[in-house]
């Protein structure tokens, strides 16, 4: 057991799947270190080990069990270490993970994250696995202590679950049907994230443009989108992801006319084939989901838009393919995130007949990349020559040692490389620079930092590492309240309309 110079135990959070996960990943740490636990150092094995699982992804099984399998060891030469399982695939599987792998204390649900500090204390004291899963939620996520990856940025959850029935997913069953927080819970949530140092929120739901339908009002979205226009302070508000069928003008407004509000949608396509739309259960066609790029970009005419695209479905013809490829012709988006479809037991679609052989979906989706590719680059290309604010991130550019570069993301929330030269921005700072090149996944500003502001947000990361904020120094440009590190668009999964 590794013991800390305090006598802590110390644990280790390892997440799988979507945004929605990762909330509730940041809820489990602040839960944890509420109890008394720490985070492991970096190489060492923790004594606790959480597994934050999904299953809407390929193979989520066998992930896991593998995980654990790999974990066997260190628990048989520790018999004191601890390892829990919970999430989309624990509230699925239940009692079928202790039989798989016995070695396991802990199984929790999507519904009860908030018990697991008493499940394993209960596990340790009686020696035996406790597995506990609930049907309905006990408390809202958001409401539980919380442990923050990034000190700029933050996921705010508005609703949880999703009423539903896209025959491809099993999230319904799982997350149960939609719940939704009370606008003014919302709302003091974001200003006690904002008064915390953060700059950026992105209101999370599987639904999230779905906002409102558990207390009966149906503008409600937009509605929230105009209030965390007047938190003093956010300057950067995001959403995922939103439901086509349910996307209305009022939030297309909203997002228009609030300053905070980034000029950025991630709304899933899934399929350009009415066809496999139907057989999907999704509740609009293609020509609405056009229509509704179409208004978005007419009230941004610099708005990028991204999507998921399931590539494969069961059924689909070469001409269902050629829909889908047509409307991302006309889309134009700024990328998106591509799926081969494979079979997820328990959902209707896995039983459905014609399902398409692999080498098939293999084929389309390398067309669909090419063809995305293309388009994202081409989109990308636009981009050069203009000055950008850019909100400086911690851990985005994989290649920024190599590079000598740092990097950050657009208001557009494309990522973007840059040289800062003899400016020293921390993560969470706001740099303006121009785009010197494109390639069609990223930005690069290669030319000098035309101005640094150092924001509450490049604090709050400072105090972070042990370091009091460093002094203002000369600014260049106007030192107001900062900016926050953008998040990932959604990449599929549960998050995902």
């Known amino acids: 057991m590794t013991v800390t110079q305090d006598g802590a135990r110390t644990y280790e959070v390892r997440t799988y799947g979507c945004q929605m996960n990762v909330h509730d990943s940041e809820r489990l740490s602040g839960l944890l270190e509420e109890a008394g636990y720490v985070p492991a150092p970096d190489g060492e094995t923790a004594d606790v080990v959480v597994f934050n699982t999904c299953a809407v992804r390929e193979n989520a099984d066998n992930r896991l069990y593998g995980n654990l399998g790999h974990?066997?060891?260190?628990?048989?030469?520790?018999?004191?270490?601890?390892?829990?399982?919970?999430?989309?695939?624990?509230?699925?599987d239940q009692g079928e993970i202790v039989r798989k792998a016995p070695w396991v204390d802990v199984v929790f649900g999507t519904h009860n994250i908030g018990s697991l500090?008493?499940?394993?204390?209960?596990?340790?004291?009686?020696?035996?696995?406790?597995?506990?899963?609930?049907?309905?939620l006990e408390t809202f996520p958001s409401t539980l202590p919380t442990r923050r990856e990034s000190a700029y940025a933050a996921w705010v959850a508005i609703s949880v679950g999703c009423?539903?029935?896209?025959?491809?997913?099993i999230v319904p069953s799982l997350r149960g049907k939609e719940k939704d927080r009370r606008p003014g819970d919302v709302l003091a949530e974001v200003r006690t994230l904002v008064e915390q140092g953060v700059l950026e929120v992105t209101l999370l739901g599987q639904n999230v443009n779905t906002y409102g339908v558990e207390f009966g009002d149906r503008l409600a979205f937009g509605k929230l989108l105009r209030a965390c226009g007047e938190v003093e302070g956010l300057e950067r508000v995001r959403f995922t992801s939103p439901h086509p069928a349910a996307f209305t003008d009022d939030v297309i407004a909203a997002m228009a006319e609030t300053p905070n509000v980034m000029h950025q949608l991630h709304m899933p396509l899934q399929s350009g084939s009415d066809r496999v739309l139907r057989?999907?259960?999704?509740?609009?066609r293609a020509e609405r989901y056009l229509g509704i790029i179409e208004r978005v970009r007419a009230a941004m005419p610099d708005a990028a838009i991204s999507t998921d695209i399931i590539v494969g479905f069961p059924g689909e013809t070469e001409e269902d393919f050629q829909a889908t490829l047509d409307v991302v012709r006309q889309s134009r988006f700024a990328n998106a995130f591509t799926f081969q479809y494979s079979i997820r037991p328990g959902t209707p679609a896995a039983t459905m007949p014609d399902q398409v052989p692999k080498e098939v979906v293999q084929e389309r989706y390398e067309r669909l990349v090419a063809l995305q590719e293309e388009i994202s680059w081409a989109e990308n290309k636009k981009q050069v020559g203009r000055t950008l604010e850019v909100l400086v991130a911690e851990g985005e550019g994989r290649k920024d040692d190599a590079t000598r570069r740092l990097s950050g993301r657009a208001p557009d929330?494309?990522?973007?490389?840059?040289?800062?030269?003899?400016?020293?921005?921390?993560?969470?700072?706001?740099?303006?620079?121009?785009?010197?090149?494109?390639a069609p996944h990223h930005l690069v500003a290669d030319g000098p930092v035309r101005?640094?502001?150092?924001?509450?947000?490049g604090d709050a990361w400072e105090s972070r590492q042990g370091r009091a904020p460093s002094g203002s120094g000369v600014l260049l440009g106007m030192p107001t309240v900062g900016r926050p590190a953008p998040l990932p668009a959604a990449t599929g999964g549960c998050a995902v309309s």
């Not at 628990?75 to 699925?92: D, E, H, S, W, Y």
């Not at 057989?279 to 609009?284: D, E, F, I, L, P």
């Not at 101005?451 to 947000?457: I, Q, V």
């Open 71 to 92: 974990l066997r060891p260190a628990k048989t030469r520790n018999p004191r270490m601890q390892i829990a399982v919970g999430g989309c695939l624990a509230q699925k």
């Open 451 to 457: 101005s640094l502001r150092r924001t509450r947000a």
């Open 163 to 169: 009423n539903n029935t896209c025959t491809f997913c």
């Open 279 to 284: 057989a999907m259960r999704r509740s609009y």
């Open 117 to 136: 500090p008493v499940l394993l204390e209960r596990a340790r004291v009686e020696g035996e696995a406790q597995v506990e899963l609930k049907e309905a």
């Open 413 to 438: 929330n494309r990522l973007v490389h840059f040289t800062a030269g003899d400016q020293t921005p921390r993560p969470g700072d706001m740099v303006t620079v121009e785009v010197t090149y494109a």
